[in-house]
């Protein structure tokens, strides 16, 4: 693992976002640079940052090395009575407060450094909601145990749109083993 760098984390919510639309575009790009996989394109990831940032309760933490944007980490609170992941759980637990992680995006050069981990705490351990949801590609199942090493359970299996991949429905905060 190469040494972390000190970052400085900034915490943006929905009168930001805005302000720091350019900058989650731009990592982006650079995450995805040389892929060929037209779902995450610029064009579709610009839909998901413009809605996800306008929902109530956006909440974004940005890491910067010095002056330059090297990761985020976004999600929203879920609708109460649209917690769409209890479909996959015969028990749903009665908590019903869920935060959804959107995007966990580091840019190449900083992959590797425990970045991901700082911004997922930085984010998801400062919510007040009991449970956290988010959705894992099936095809990267080293991402997926990275999530289970934070304490996230697979329950299902979910494909949100028709030339999505197949997602694995990852949940945090659940009672049980």
């Given at each position: 693992m190469t040494p972390?760098?000190?970052?400085?984390?900034?915490?943006?919510?929905?009168?930001?976002?805005?302000?720091?639309?350019?900058?989650?575009?731009?990592?982006?790009?650079?995450?995805?640079?040389?892929?060929?996989?037209?779902?995450?394109?610029?064009?579709?990831?610009?839909?998901?940052?413009?809605?996800?940032?306008?929902?109530?309760?956006?909440?974004?933490?940005?890491a910067y090395d010095v002056d330059e944007p090297a990761?985020?980490?976004?999600?929203?609170?879920?609708?109460?009575?649209?917690?769409?992941?209890?479909?996959y759980l015969a028990d749903a637990p009665e908590a019903a407060d869920t935060f959804s992680l959107s995007e966990l995006m580091v840019g190449p050069k900083w992959r590797q450094t425990g970045l991901s981990a700082l911004l997922h705490d930085a984010l998801v351990g400062q919510r007040p909601e009991p449970l956290a949801v988010l959705l894992v590609d099936t095809e990267h199942p080293r991402v997926q145990a990275l999530y289970e090493s934070w304490?996230?359970?697979k329950v299902g299996e979910r494909q949100p749109f028709a030339d999505s991949p197949l997602y694995a429905?990852?949940?945090?905060?659940?009672?049980g083993p």
């Open positions: 972390s760098p000190a970052y400085t984390l900034r915490r943006f919510g929905r009168d930001q976002a805005a302000g720091i639309r350019q900058i989650l575009l731009d990592v982006h790009a650079d995450a995805y640079s040389g892929e060929t996989d037209e779902f995450h394109d610029d064009t579709r990831f610009t839909w998901f940052v413009d809605h996800w940032s306008a929902l109530d309760g956006f909440d974004c933490v940005i990761g985020y980490a976004y999600g929203a609170p879920a609708v109460h009575g649209r917690e769409w992941w209890r479909e304490d996230y359970r429905v990852m949940v945090r905060g659940l009672p």
